[in-house]
């Protein structure tokens, strides 16, 4: 692993989760005591993580008191020896968010919240990140500050994103099918679109989500087309 491919290990790393955990400081009586829970977790066009917070959460009262919070990501799922896989710790300010964009973005990678989304105690939170610890396994431990973990921006795409993803999903359920069986070696069938970024697309399948990155960045929206038609054909070439 080079000093490069760090950042986009981390970057990687936090599109294909769907839940991390969340590290927050105890107010009140608790006051100064680290508190973890479990979130469910979507991530914006710029790494930004997405959470819906209910207010009677534990950690919903302790952002509210301190802004600082860290979330965990664990890459280790599934491996014999997990210290040898990947996670990254995500250190950031949370604030609460009613952009309208960010909440499409959540709903669409965990469409069961919908049920409870629009309940009065609930809310959407932007963690704004300042760096990330990395543990890609034995000696491959490195802190990296937020202007390397940039990811590259594709003009347009975060607005085009809703239209882009309701057309695959509606029109080109096929292609999404192709990706996930021939592409990735995933099992099932009913493969959604969930989100597209400048560097890849974001699937799910019940409980399941999984990742394809792109072998190169997107530029601009426009080029969205392209990238996923050869990769329909890439798939069928697979046999």
């Not at 939170?125 to 000696?139: N, S, T, Y």
């Amino acid at each position: 692993m080079t000093q490069d491919d760090l950042p986009r290990t981390v970057r990687s790393l936090l599109r294909s989760l769907d839940r991390a955990s969340l590290a927050t400081a105890l107010p009140g009586e608790a006051a100064g005591w680290p508190y973890a829970s479990l979130v469910l977790v979507a991530i914006d066009h710029d790494l930004s993580p997405i959470l819906l917070l209910s207010d009677l959460a534990e950690h919903t009262k302790a952002i509210r008191a301190d802004g600082r919070v860290s979330l965990l990501f664990d890459g280790t799922g599934g491996l014999d020896q997990p210290l040898t896989g990947p996670r990254a710790t995500v250190l950031g300010h949370a604030e609460q968010t009613t952009d309208g964009r960010l909440k499409a973005r959540f709903l669409a990678r965990h469409p069961d919240a919908a049920l409870y989304a629009e309940f009065k105690d609930f809310g959407f939170f932007r963690i704004a990140v300042e760096r990330a610890h990395l543990v890609g396994g034995f000696g491959k431990i490195r802190w990296i500050d937020a202007v390397d973990l940039a990811p590259p921006q594709a003009a347009g795409l975060a607005e085009a994103e809703p239209g882009i993803v309701n057309h695959m999903n509606e029109d080109h359920a096929d292609a999404l099918q192709l990706y996930a069986a021939k592409l990735m070696g995933l099992a099932g069938n009913g493969w959604k679109m969930t989100g597209i970024d400048p560097a890849g697309i974001d699937l799910r399948l019940g409980g399941q989500v999984a990742r394809l990155d792109f072998d190169a960045p997107l530029q601009a929206a426009a080029e969205a087309r392209k990238v996923l038609v050869a990769l329909v054909e890439k798939a069928r070439a697979t046999g």
